[in-house]
C-alpha cells in the first residue's frame, strides 16, 4: 500500500533525522524519520513516530495517512483504513488519504466507497500518477469532462421553409388540438402513477377506450432508499395523421395549437418535477438525519419524513424511514406506547405501498424483538440478510439491526462478527462503533470497546449512547480517570437539545456511581489532591453532602425512566463499591427478573456474590450461565476459576485459568498470575516461575498489578533458595509501585535469614507497619522490626 520507496538512508543520514526528530517532537521531522523506518521495514519505530506526530499535529492528515501506510505494509487492513479515514476526517479533501483508503477498501471488498473515495482523489488531482494508476488496476473509469453543448444559430426562414415546418408539424397539431379541447391544462400524474408508454399514441377515435387489466406490482427490496427521480423526458407523446392540407388553415391551426400544447405540457413537467423534487429532499433529509443516532435527529428525521408524506401519501420509503425511528424511540429511548404504535403503523403502511426497503425491513425485526418475539425476528432477518447477500446487494443497516438483536439475545461473538461485517459495509457510520463498544465492552475487552466508542465520536460528535458507554466503562476500571468521567457526563446531562429519557436516566445512575466512587477515594488522598478530585468532578469534600447528591441522582435516574434493567445494573455496581454485596447482588436480580437473556448481568451478579461470604459456589453458577451465552470469553474464564479457586476446587481452577490463555497470542496476566501463585503454593518452581515471569511482562502500565507478580515471582526464588534473584527480584517489585505494602514485609522475610541483613529487614519490617499497622502480617512484621 506504500508509494515508491524512499532512497536507502546511510546510518548518518538516519542519525541525522533521528536527532533532528528527538529534538523536537512536535515539528515536522516525524514525516521523513517515519518514512525512513517505514522503507527499512522498521514498523514499530516508524508506528511510534507516527502516533507521535499524530499527537504533535491533531489537524494533519499526513501523520495519520503514514501511520496508515505503517499499518498496511504489515497486512494490518482494519487499523489501516481506521488511520486513512481518521485523516478524512481532519482533511477530507487529501488526496493521499482518499488514495489510500480507496485501496484499501478496494482490496477488503468494499467496491462501491473504494471506488468513490479513488474518484474522488481522482477530481481532486486528475493528474496525479498514482491515483491514475490505480484506477487502471481496478478498471475503474475516470469521470469524463462534459462536452460544451454547441451554439446552434436560430433558423431564418423563407416561404418555402415555413410551409416545410407547417407539414412537419402537422402531426403535432392535430393532436395538440384534440387535447385543447379536451383540457387547456391536463391534470398532473400523481408521482406514484406508472408512466404511461413513450411513443406515438393510437389515432383518437370516437369509441370509449378498453380498460385494461390493473396487475399487482411484485414487492422489491431496495437498499439504495433514496432515488433520483427528476426526469426531463417527455411523459405524453401524442402522434396521428391530420389531413394533408395546406396553406393559410394550417399556419393558423398551428400558430393556436402549439402555444395551447407548449403552455400545458411546460406547466405539467414544471408541476411534477416541482413535486419530485419536494419528495427527494424531504427523503434525503430524513435518511441523513437517521445516521447521527440520536434522540433528537430521530424526532426530525420523522419530521422530514412526515413531510414528504404530504407530497406523496404512498411512499414506501417515508414509511420504511418513520417505522423505523419509531421503533428505535420506542425501544431505546424509552417512548412509550404512543411510538410502538406509530411504529407498528408505519411498519403496515409501507409494506402496503409495496416497495420495501432496508429500514421497513430493520424496523419490522426491532419491532418484533422489542415486542418479545426476539427468537423469530432474528430468524426472519438472517434469512433477508442472506437472500440480500446472495444478490450482492448487502445492507449495512441490516447487518447492523442483526448484530444489535444478537447482542441483546446474549450471543455476544456472532453480534461482533456481523457487527464488524456491518462496519466494513459502512466505515462512517457512528451506530455501528457505539454498537461495536457495547458487545465488546459486555465480552470483557475493555480496550476495543473503548476505541470502538471513541470511533462513534469520531464520527458524530459528542454521540450520547458512545458518551454514556464509555463513562459506565471508565467507572468499572480500577483507576479510573474520574475527571474525564465528570466531563462526559456534564455533556450528557447540560445536552441541548437534550439525549433520550433513557439516556439521562443512565447518565444520572451513573453521576452517582460516580459521587460513590470519588468519596470513597477522598480520606485516602492528601488535601492538595483531595481539592483537584472535587474540582474536577464536582463532588462534595462532605460526606454527608456526597451521599445526598447520589441518592438525589439516583432518585431522578428511576423517575425518568422505570422500565431500563440497566439502571439495576448501574445501582448494583455502586453498592458493589460500598462493600454492600447482598444489597448489589439483589439489585442485580431485578436487572435478570427484567431481561434473563442478557448474559453481562449473570456476570455482575457474579462480582458482587464473590465478594459475599459463602457466595462463590452461586457465583460460579452465575458465571457458567454467562458463559453458555457468550462463548470462552477470557476475563469471564479467569472469574469463573477465581470462584472455583475460592471453594477450594485449586485443579478445577488451573483447569479455567489454562482455558484462558489456551491462545498462544492473547495476553492475560490475571490467569498467569493465578496459575504461579497456585503453583508456588504447590512449591511447583518451575512452572510457578513461568507463568510469573510471563505475567510480569504483561502487565505493561499496570504498576501495582506488575508490582504484585513480581513479589509473587520472588517468593518463588526464596523457595527455590536462590536468594540472590530473590533479593534483585523484590527490588524490583518496590521499583514497580513502592505502595505496594506486602512486598515490604516478605523483602523483610528473605534478609531477616541473613545476619549481616538484619538492619535493613528490620527497617523494610517497619515500613511494612507504617504503612499498615494492621495489616494481614502485622503480627509477624513487629517480630521482625523488634518491636
Known amino acids: 500500500m506504500?508509494?515508491?520507496?524512499?532512497?536507502?538512508?546511510?546510518?548518518?543520514?538516519?542519525?541525522?533525522?533521528?536527532?533532528?526528530?528527538?529534538?523536537?517532537?512536535?515539528?515536522?521531522?516525524?514525516?521523513?524519520?517515519?518514512?525512513?523506518?517505514?522503507?527499512?521495514?522498521?514498523?514499530?519505530?516508524?508506528?511510534?513516530?507516527?502516533?507521535?506526530?499524530?499527537?504533535?499535529?491533531?489537524?494533519?492528515?499526513?501523520?495519520?495517512?503514514?501511520?496508515?501506510?505503517?499499518?498496511?505494509?504489515?497486512g494490518k487492513d482494519k487499523k489501516a483504513l481506521e488511520e486513512a479515514l481518521g485523516a478524512l476526517q481532519v482533511q477530507p479533501e487529501d488526496k493521499a488519504a482518499l488514495r489510500l483508503a480507496g485501496a484499501i477498501q478496494?482490496?477488503?471488498?468494499?467496491?462501491?466507497?473504494?471506488?468513490?473515495?479513488?474518484?474522488?482523489?481522482?477530481?481532486?488531482?486528475?493528474?496525479?500518477?498514482?491515483?491514475?494508476t490505480l484506477l487502471q488496476q481496478h478498471k475503474i473509469e475516470p469521470p469524463r469532462p462534459a462536452a460544451p453543448a454547441p451554439v446552434v444559430a436560430p433558423p431564418v426562414l423563407t416561404p418555402s421553409a415555413t410551409q416545410q415546418s407547417a407539414s412537419a408539424l402537422s402531426n403535432v397539431a392535430a393532436t395538440a388540438g384534440a387535447e385543447a379541447q379536451a383540457s387547456v391544462a391536463p391534470t398532473p400524474r400523481p408521482p406514484s402513477t406508472p408512466r404511461p408508454p413513450a411513443g406515438p399514441s393510437a389515432p383518437v377515435r370516437n369509441e370509449a377506450p378498453q380498460r385494461a387489466t390493473p396487475q399487482r406490482r411484485?414487492?422489491?427490496?431496495?437498499?439504495?432508499?433514496?432515488?433520483?427521480?427528476?426526469?426531463?423526458?417527455?411523459?405524453?407523446?401524442?402522434?396521428?395523421?391530420?389531413?394533408?392540407?395546406?396553406?393559410?388553415?394550417?399556419?393558423?391551426?398551428?400558430?393556436?395549437a402549439i402555444p395551447v400544447f407548449a403552455g400545458g405540457y411546460g406547466w405539467y413537467t414544471a408541476h411534477t418535477r416541482k413535486i419530485s423534487r419536494e419528495l427527494k429532499k424531504h427523503l434525503e433529509g430524513s435518511a441523513e438525519l437517521l445516521k447521527r443516532d440520536s434522540f433528537d435527529s430521530y424526532k426530525k428525521a420523522c419530521e422530514e419524513a412526515d413531510k414528504a408524506l404530504e407530497v406523496n401519501s404512498d411512499s414506501g420509503l417515508a414509511h420504511g424511514y418513520l417505522a423505523y425511528a419509531y421503533a428505535i424511540r420506542w425501544g431505546e429511548h424509552g417512548g412509550g406506547d404512543d411510538a410502538r404504535r406509530r411504529a407498528e403503523e408505519h411498519l403496515a403502511a409501507g409494506m402496503k405501498a409495496g416497495d420495501v426497503s432496508s429500514h421497513l425491513i430493520a424496523a419490522e425485526a426491532l419491532v418484533q424483538t422489542y415486542g418479545?418475539?426476539?427468537?423469530?425476528?432474528?430468524?426472519?432477518?438472517?434469512?433477508?440478510?442472506?437472500?440480500?447477500?446472495?444478490?450482492?446487494?448487502?445492507?449495512?443497516?441490516?447487518?447492523?439491526?442483526?448484530?444489535?438483536?444478537?447482542?441483546?439475545?446474549?450471543?455476544?461473538?456472532?453480534?461482533?462478527?456481523?457487527?464488524?461485517?456491518?462496519?466494513?459495509?459502512?466505515?462512517d457510520d457512528p451506530r455501528v462503533y457505539s454498537g461495536l463498544g457495547a458487545v465488546y465492552r459486555r465480552l470483557g475487552q475493555d480496550n476495543t470497546a473503548w476505541k470502538n466508542y471513541d470511533l462513534a465520536l469520531r464520527y458524530a460528535k459528542d454521540h450520547p449512547e458512545s458518551l454514556l458507554g464509555r463513562s459506565l466503562l471508565m467507572l468499572e476500571q480500577d483507576e479510573p480517570n474520574f475527571g474525564l468521567v465528570q466531563t462526559m457526563l456534564k455533556k450528557l446531562l447540560e445536552a441541548e437539545p437534550p439525549p433520550s429519557p433513557r439516556q439521562l436516566a443512565a447518565a444520572h445512575l451513573a453521576r452517582s456511581l460516580l459521587v460513590s466512587r470519588v468519596s470513597a477515594e477522598l480520606p485516602e488522598l492528601k488535601p492538595d489532591v483531595q481539592q483537584k478530585l472535587v474540582e474536577a468532578t464536582a463532588v462534595p469534600l462532605e460526606k454527608d453532602k456526597a451521599r445526598a447528591e447520589m441518592l438525589k441522582s439516583e432518585e431522578t435516574g428511576f423517575s425518568l425512566d422505570k422500565q431500563n434493567p440497566e439502571l439495576h445494573l448501574i445501582k448494583g455496581r455502586r453498592l458493589l463499591t460500598e462493600g454492600n454485596f447482598e444489597q448489589a447482588a439483589e439489585e442485580i436480580r431485578k436487572a435478570i427478573r427484567v431481561d434473563s437473556s442478557r448474559a453481562q448481568f449473570h456476570v455482575e451478579l457474579a462480582k458482587a456474590l464473590m465478594g459475599k461470604q459463602g457466595g462463590e459456589k452461586e457465583a460460579a453458577e452465575a458465571l457458567q450461565t454467562a458463559l453458555k451465552t457468550m462463548g470462552d470469553s477470557p476475563k469471564l474464564v479467569?472469574?469463573?476459576?477465581?470462584?472455583?479457586?475460592?471453594?477450594?476446587?485449586?485443579?478445577?481452577?488451573?483447569?479455567?485459568?489454562?482455558?484462558?490463555?489456551?491462545?498462544?497470542?492473547?495476553?492475560?496476566?490475571?490467569?498467569?498470575?493465578?496459575?504461579?501463585?497456585?503453583?508456588?503454593?504447590?512449591?511447583?518452581?518451575?512452572?510457578?516461575?513461568?507463568?510469573?515471569?510471563?505475567?510480569?511482562?504483561?502487565?505493561?502500565?499496570?504498576?501495582?498489578?506488575?508490582?504484585?507478580?513480581?513479589?509473587?515471582?520472588?517468593?518463588?526464588?526464596?523457595?527455590?533458595?536462590?536468594?540472590?534473584?530473590?533479593?534483585?527480584?523484590?527490588?524490583?517489585?518496590?521499583?514497580?509501585?513502592?505502595?505496594?505494602?506486602?512486598?515490604?514485609?516478605?523483602?523483610?522475610?528473605?534478609?531477616?535469614?541473613?545476619?549481616?541483613?538484619?538492619?535493613?529487614?528490620?527497617?523494610?519490617?517497619?515500613?511494612?507497619?507504617?504503612?499498615?499497622?494492621?495489616?494481614?502480617?502485622?503480627?509477624?512484621a513487629r517480630s521482625l522490626s523488634g518491636g
Not at 440478510?385 to 450471543?411: E, F, K, P
Open 2 to 74: 506504500s508509494t515508491s520507496p524512499s532512497k536507502t538512508l546511510s546510518p548518518a543520514e538516519l542519525a541525522k533525522l533521528e536527532h533532528a526528530f528527538a529534538s523536537d517532537p512536535s515539528s515536522a521531522a516525524y514525516k521523513p524519520l517515519a518514512e525512513a523506518y517505514l522503507s527499512m521495514g522498521r514498523f514499530m519505530e516508524a508506528m511510534v513516530v507516527c502516533k507521535k506526530g499524530v499527537k504533535a499535529h491533531p489537524n494533519a492528515a499526513d501523520p495519520r495517512v503514514l501511520l496508515a501506510r505503517v499499518y498496511a505494509d504489515q
Open 106 to 132: 478496494l482490496k477488503t471488498g468494499e467496491a462501491e466507497p473504494g471506488k468513490a473515495n479513488l474518484l474522488k482523489a481522482y477530481s481532486v488531482d486528475p493528474g496525479d500518477p498514482d491515483t491514475v
Open 218 to 256: 411484485p414487492q422489491q427490496v431496495v437498499v439504495e432508499e433514496v432515488d433520483d427521480e427528476d426526469d426531463d423526458s417527455p411523459r405524453h407523446r401524442g402522434g396521428g395523421r391530420a389531413s394533408s392540407g395546406r396553406g393559410k388553415l394550417v399556419t393558423l391551426a398551428l400558430l393556436v
Open 372 to 427: 418479545g418475539k426476539g427468537k423469530d425476528a432474528l430468524g426472519k432477518l438472517e434469512e433477508k440478510v442472506r437472500a440480500l447477500d446472495s444478490q450482492g446487494r448487502s445492507s449495512s443497516l441490516l447487518y447492523l439491526t442483526l448484530g444489535l438483536i444478537q447482542m441483546n439475545a446474549g450471543d455476544l461473538d456472532r453480534a461482533r462478527d456481523t457487527l464488524e461485517r456491518a462496519q466494513t459495509l459502512a466505515p
Open 638 to 780: 479467569v472469574m469463573l476459576g477465581n470462584a472455583l479457586r475460592r471453594q477450594g476446587k485449586l485443579d478445577d481452577a488451573l483447569t479455567q485459568y489454562q482455558r484462558a490463555v489456551k491462545d498462544p497470542k492473547a495476553k492475560n496476566p490475571e490467569a498467569r498470575l493465578a496459575m504461579g501463585t497456585i503453583y508456588r503454593e504447590r512449591s511447583d518452581w518451575p512452572k510457578a516461575q513461568e507463568q510469573l515471569e510471563k505475567a510480569s511482562q504483561e502487565f505493561v502500565g499496570q504498576p501495582e498489578r506488575s508490582a504484585v507478580a513480581l513479589t509473587e515471582l520472588a517468593r518463588v526464588f526464596q523457595g527455590k533458595g536462590d536468594a540472590a534473584k530473590a533479593d534483585e527480584t523484590y527490588q524490583r517489585a518496590l521499583n514497580a509501585d513502592e505502595g505496594f505494602t506486602p512486598a515490604y514485609y516478605y523483602y523483610a522475610t528473605l534478609l531477616s535469614k541473613d545476619a549481616k541483613q538484619t538492619p535493613k529487614a528490620k527497617m523494610l519490617a517497619q515500613e511494612y507497619l507504617k504503612r499498615e499497622p494492621s495489616g494481614e502480617h502485622a503480627n509477624a
